[in-house]
């Protein structure tokens, strides 16, 4: 079955690094891409439920009508997904994101949060989107929102890379003891290669 956006697991424990984790794995090259179009944005921010049918819609339809505006904002999107990942990968590693890497990111939170306003909706104050502008940047917007929110919340303890194929995922278990992006197939996988290794070596050494 061809992997893409619209089968891909969502491993991330949260929206921004399931955004960064929308390649099939960041150890192959060339790199298998799940976002190869605009479209596929749309695709994940309908399954991460960031996007309402209705919004999808209206971004499909102004997608249409707006060509040089979608390969704009294709281009702005994967280029902060490399951003991002590259920020949070360092956190990882126990290491502090670079001067250039907290340049970047400064530079993408006042363009995603200047969008975020107020609104009173049946009596209730809630959080809503401002959109007139670069409508078509909403899912990258929502993406880097969530990033603030992690970093502002999370022990940088409980973001973690899978050893296997380089995911990012916040670790929400109790022990903080999660080792995989997703334990039955970076786990399993990993798991039945170390056994085939160890199995050579011991007949190697029987022989």
């Not at 891409?33 to 819609?57: A, M």
């Not at 904002?73 to 990968?89: G, N, P």
């Not at 929102?145 to 670790?171: Q, Y």
Request: aromatic residues 10%; charged residues 30%; contains cysteine.
């Amino acid at each position: 079955m061809e992997k893409n956006i619209k089968n891909m697991s969502f491993d991330g424990g949260c929206l921004c690094l399931d955004f960064v984790n929308t390649v099939y794995s960041r150890k192959e090259s060339p790199m298998n891409d799940y976002l190869r179009s605009y479209e596929d944005v749309i695709h994940f921010g309908q399954r991460t439920e960031i996007l309402s049918p209705k919004k999808k819609r209206h971004l499909l339809d102004y997608t249409a009508n707006h060509p040089e505006e979608e390969k704009d904002a294709f281009h702005k999107i994967k280029i902060a997904r490399e951003e991002l990942y590259q920020f949070f990968y360092n956190i990882t590693e126990g290491e502090s994101p670079t001067p250039a890497m907290m340049d970047h990111f400064n530079k993408l939170l006042p363009s995603a949060l200047s969008h975020l306003r107020m609104k009173n909706s049946n009596g209730k104050i809630q959080l809503a989107w401002e959109e007139q502008n670069d409508p078509l940047l909403l899912p990258l917007w929502k993406v880097i929102k969530s990033a603030h929110d992690i970093l502002l919340t999370e022990s940088p303890k409980r973001i973690k890379s899978c050893p296997r194929c380089l995911w990012l995922f916040l670790d929400e278990t109790k022990n903080n003891g999660r080792k995989w992006c997703n334990s039955i197939i970076c786990g399993s996988r990993d798991k039945a290669l170390r056994y085939y290794y160890r199995k050579k070596e011991e007949d190697a050494n029987d022989g």
